[in-house]
């Protein structure tokens, strides 16, 4: 018996291997031409050239007394850091550089399907991370230096620890430093703080063993590090780039786009998330709601078509969404376009949050909601902010539905794949 478990065992191991080769495979063949390539004109183009590659030589021209009050990236700085030690010792050959940022996003991407595949489905966990692998959002950090990958790998290591099991002082000290890496690539992941606070004071409650003192001291950790830099700064970013990329107020457009997007990529999911619908109880009571608080929005926050023209360089950076709603009209002053798309992702978002619950499955919910409050920060609405967090967040709920599903359900995601594919070829490729 324990020899054909051994076996059975061995066989599932096997199996999960082969989407890990199609994935690598699928990686190398994407990525190396344009890491290769010295001139790709896109928003990442500029980031690397303007902010994080320079940033990095200036470290390494002051090595060992760096200057971290100001320097010419908006994000703190251990990524800067980490590209540093081989800009010491090997030179300050930026390919290099890009082939370990690459390398950085192809475990990236591993991660984000381990994760999914873990979960259930793991037809459905290659098909999200195909879909998470060809976004121009996942393209474009990865074959140019940039700290959105990295941050993204720990942000899902840190969601990944919180999830174990494990409620032990040596878990919460791994998970706290792991969030400690993530602020520390990008401050704005300071939200994930919050979301271990909420989830493991919600697990408490059927964990009464575990004292609250071993749970929060830890989270001194990254707190005293963030605290560190705000006060070095004297603001939330280095002076640089304090006004440019703080919102003096919350930016309200990011809510109605963020959920839009979902409603965008629901729509071709639809037949899976129609399902899940279908499967909660008391499922319709509040969508008549749903649909009036999302006019009741656009009504007293307008977002118009007018949006994507006023920045140039907004038809890469500001995304697909943005490009569509700029070739419709408005009605009542905000774009016909998002007057569907934003009731519908409300409707999608509540029906993957009831989901959620039926498992007594809190975190990514609680995280969706701090990570969107966090977004609003900015005083830009760009695509690339939002498009990786919500494809896992889609893949997150999605892959634990295990069905044998007729060709007919695959028509929608295929064409959503197809798309995507057909956009990031045109983007770095002509």
Not at 28 to 40: G, H, N, Q, S, T
Not at 84 to 89: A, D, G, M, V
Not at 148 to 169: H, K, R, Y
Not at 204 to 228: E, G, N, Y
Request: with cysteine; proline share 5%; net charge positive.
């Amino acid at each position: 018996m324990n020899r054909i478990k051994n076996i059975r065992a061995g066989q599932r191991s096997h199996t999960a291997f082969v989407p890990c080769i199609v994935l690598i495979l699928l990686f190398l063949v994407l990525m190396i031409p344009l890491i290769l390539k010295p001139d790709i004109d896109t928003f990442d183009c500029q980031d690397e050239t303007e902010y994080h590659y320079p940033t990095i030589l200036k470290f390494a021209e002051e090595f060992p007394a760096l200057d971290l009050r100001n320097y010419l990236s908006a994000t703190t700085p251990l990524y800067h850091l980490f590209l540093t030690i081989p800009t010491l010792l090997f030179g300050p050959g930026v390919i290099q550089l890009r082939l370990i940022n690459a390398a950085i996003s192809l475990i990236c991407l591993l991660m984000a399907y381990r994760i999914l595949s873990r979960r259930g489905d793991m037809q459905k966990a290659l098909f999200f991370s195909i879909f998470f692998l060809i976004s121009p959002y996942f393209v474009g950090p990865s074959v140019r230096i940039s700290t959105d990958n990295v941050a993204f790998l720990f942000m899902l290591l840190s969601i990944q620890a919180m999830e174990s099991g494990s409620q032990t002082q040596l878990q919460y000290i791994r998970t706290n430093g792991i969030m400690l890496c993530t602020i520390m690539v990008r401050q704005i992941y300071a939200w994930l703080l919050g979301a271990y606070t909420i989830f493991h004071l919600m697990r408490k409650k059927t964990h009464q063993d575990v004292p609250l003192l071993q749970m929060i001291w830890p989270m001194i950790i990254p707190v005293a590090f963030l605290t560190c830099f705000i006060l070095l700064w004297k603001g939330l970013a280095p002076p640089l780039f304090a006004e440019g990329n703080t919102a003096t107020r919350l930016n309200w457009d990011v809510p109605v786009y963020v959920v839009s997007l979902i409603g965008l990529y629901g729509s071709f999911l639809g037949l899976w998330l129609i399902r899940l619908f279908g499967e909660n109880k008391g499922k319709g009571q509040h969508l008549a709601f749903l649909v009036l608080f999302a006019i009741v929005y656009l009504l007293v926050h307008p977002v118009s078509n007018e949006y994507p023209f006023m920045d140039k360089s907004l038809g890469d950076r500001g995304g697909a969404l943005w490009m569509a709603v700029s070739f419709l009209p408005n009605f009542l002053s905000s774009s016909v376009l998002l007057w569907v798309l934003f009731p519908v992702g409300l409707i999608w978002l509540y029906t993957m949050a009831r989901y959620l619950a039926s498992r007594r499955e809190y975190l990514m919910m609680i995280c969706f909601v701090l990570w969107l409050a966090s977004t609003m920060v900015s005083s830009h609405t760009y695509q690339k902010y939002y498009d990786l967090f919500l494809i896992f967040l889609l893949g997150y709920v999605l892959v634990p539905e295990k069905t044998e599903d007729p060709i007919l359900y695959w028509i929608g995601p295929s064409m959503l794949i197809a798309g995507f594919l057909g956009m990031t070829i045109m983007r770095f490729y002509f």
